[in-house]
């Protein structure tokens, strides 16, 4: 796992000059039982400004920690007199394992942070109480509802049009995804957006089963329907010449079964002579009916466009 950070923290204030950083580790841990705690999901790290780790306040550290957990911090909760931190905030060596200390509460406690990276190398723990290991509540879901209503009848089940729809949504990134705009000189919270321009003969749709980010990962299960024949997407497509025969079919589909540390694929396949489908699991080839080609398990669909272009050797 790689993290790509600026090795400058940008000032506060305008019209200083970023600061060298120093990049720290950052783990979770949730109470299990009583006392003993265990750790979830992936490590990330939190730039500090190297020339304050001699001497900065327990108040400005966990600030700065604290902006990489604030997506597990439900709403309601604000950094004041009256409000006790969500989690405790603690440091262990840079295996995870070893206590060092824990970092006060008070918040102009002053910590030497530099001598305590000196003697152990470390890393900082957030301990959360609960028997369970908190999730994000800042996430997006997976699937977003239609923000377009294209004269489709809406559906509690998402389907892969939805999906196109939410690919091709204008969003605007949060303040953590800032980029650092050269005219202005501050950090700016962009707006992205992605268009299809031109679709190929063979179109291949990967849905996201697997969701990854610094400090979470999951294997997701939605059911997403999609047609086995007739998948139209002009309406996706920005060029007026690609939205000539924008009309797919499908002909394979790829599953998975199991969660993030280990699961079995299969196919479902439709055999081009005799309009059949046919299940590939292993070594075993089956047939299978067209109504249980749609499941939860499906991974990548592959569709062919119903009137193939000519291509030009």
Known sequence: MAYCIPSRVPPADE????????????????????DKYEFFGSPSVVPVVTAETRNI?????????HGSLAGFVKEGWREN??????????IFDSAGKNFVCNIPEEPDSVVDLNEIMHKTGVCFVARWPDDKAPKRVDDKPAVHPSAKDK?????SVPTVLDCFEAFSEE??????????CNK?????????KMDLFMLSDILIVHLKRFSYNKLWREKLDTFVDFPLEGLDLSDFVVSETGKT??????????????????GHYTAYCKNLINGKWYNLDDGHVSGVSPDKVKTAAAYV??????KPRNVVA
């Open 184 to 192: 202005c000189k501050k950090h700016q919270c962009a707006n992205k």
């Open 245 to 262: 025969n924008a009309v797919f079919d499908l002909y394979a589909v790829s599953n998975h079964y199991g969660g993030l540390s280990g």
């Open 301 to 306: 669909l592959f569709y062919a466009r119903r």
């Open 81 to 90: 007199e009256q409000s006790k931190w969500p989690y405790e905030l603690a």
């Open 57 to 65: 306040t327990a108040g400005t550290l966990r600030r700065i920690v």
């Open 151 to 155: 004269g489709r009848a809406k559906s």
């Open 171 to 180: 969003e605007t990134l949060r303040k953590t995804e800032a980029w650092y």
């Open 15 to 34: 019209g200083k000059a970023p600061a060298p950083s120093t990049l720290l580790e950052l783990r979770q841990q949730y109470r299990k039982k009583k």
